[in-house]
Structures are given as structure tokens and as C-alpha cells.
């Protein structure tokens, strides 16, 4: 994966989020976001969650090693979760100094630092993570990326809530 520079990291986020805006389906929103999370953040790895009642579920991630993908946790055990329920970044440059998870989950994987994004208005439905092998502070130029990249995804949801709801009220008629 080439490392960009800052200009082709907003370059590509724009990109991206212009193509959400024409997206028609919540799996359109996530795979444009998914195809370029990764590289704007410059992480080595990313998921993208979405919150099912009480639990997360991993809709796609893209990492070098496998995560989570496929699987749901209770969403006060996770911080992709936390990030939904607090309604704030969760900006993490040290896992081992997070309260209140299951620390093993994490130490399992190669994660040692991550940001985790809440998507969507109150409360946020979806939350997209990016995480670092190293422990490290996150870079401000990634931290401002992926949040953009998160209101970017909200803002496309909606619209495809929007679209979903007149396309069937159209039917009703």
C-alpha cells in the first residue's frame, strides 16, 4: 500500500465522499469507505461496526490479519461501541491503559493503538476504527481525516435512509 501524502489523503477522502453521495445502499456506503479508510488514515487496519440494539457487529474490516469480521459483542465491551454509546471519538494511543473492556480481545491481536469514530446522529448507529501495531500517539492529520471520513458515511446513510423511506411510501401510493 503507497504511502500518500497529506494532499492525496484529502484528494482521495473528497473522491470518496462524493461517490457516497451517490451511493443507494447502506453496503455502497460501506464498501466506498472501506476501499479507502485504510489509506487515509494510514493504519494497518480498519473495521467498519454497526450497532444491532445492545451488541456491534463487524461488517468489513481491512487488516493484515483477520479480526472480527462476521462477529457481534455486547457494546459496552468494545470500543467501536463505546465511541456509538459516548457519541465521541475514542482515540486510544495505548491499549493497555483502556478501563472497562476486555483487554485479552485486543492483546489477542496485533492492535496497539486505535481510533474508534461514531457514524450517524443521536445516537450514532455505526462506528468505524482504525488501528496501529504500535503504540504510539495517533497522527492529528489521520485523527481529522477519519472523522471527516465518519460524517462523510453518516451523511450518506441518512441520505439512503431518505431514498429508502420515499421509494417505499412511492409504492404505498
Known amino acids: 500500500?503507497?504511502?500518500?501524502?497529506?494532499?492525496?489523503r484529502w484528494t482521495l477522502l473528497a473522491e470518496t465522499v462524493r461517490q457516497m453521495a451517490q451511493a443507494r445502499s447502506a453496503a455502497d456506503v460501506v464498501t466506498l469507505a472501506h476501499a479507502t479508510a485504510r489509506r487515509i488514515a494510514r493504519a494497518d487496519g480498519i473495521t467498519i461496526v454497526k450497532r444491532i440494539g445492545e451488541?456491534?457487529?463487524y461488517l468489513a474490516e481491512d487488516t493484515d490479519e483477520p479480526l472480527w469480521t462476521g462477529l457481534q459483542f455486547p457494546i459496552d465491551k468494545c470500543l467501536a461501541g463505546r465511541a456509538m454509546t459516548e457519541e465521541r471519538t475514542?482515540?486510544?494511543p495505548d491499549i493497555t491503559h483502556v478501563e472497562?473492556?476486555?483487554?485479552?480481545?485486543?492483546?489477542?491481536?496485533?492492535?496497539?493503538?486505535?481510533?474508534?469514530?461514531?457514524?450517524?446522529?443521536?445516537?450514532?448507529s455505526?462506528?468505524?476504527?482504525?488501528?496501529?501495531?504500535e503504540t504510539r500517539p495517533i497522527?492529528?492529520?489521520?485523527?481529522?481525516?477519519?472523522?471527516?471520513?465518519?460524517?462523510?458515511?453518516?451523511?450518506?446513510?441518512?441520505?439512503v435512509e431518505i431514498l429508502d423511506l420515499a421509494a417505499r411510501n412511492s409504492t404505498k401510493a
Open 55 to 57: 451488541e456491534t457487529d
Open 139 to 159: 497522527d492529528p492529520d489521520a485523527l481529522v481525516l477519519f472523522e471527516a471520513l465518519a460524517r462523510g458515511m453518516g451523511a450518506a446513510f441518512a441520505l
Open 126 to 133: 455505526y462506528a468505524i476504527c482504525a488501528y496501529w501495531k
Open 90 to 92: 475514542i482515540n486510544v
Open 100 to 124: 472497562n473492556i476486555p483487554l485479552n480481545v485486543y492483546l489477542a491481536t496485533f492492535i496497539r493503538s486505535l481510533v474508534a469514530v461514531p457514524i450517524g446522529d443521536h445516537p450514532p
Open 1 to 8: 500500500m503507497a504511502d500518500l501524502d497529506i494532499t492525496a
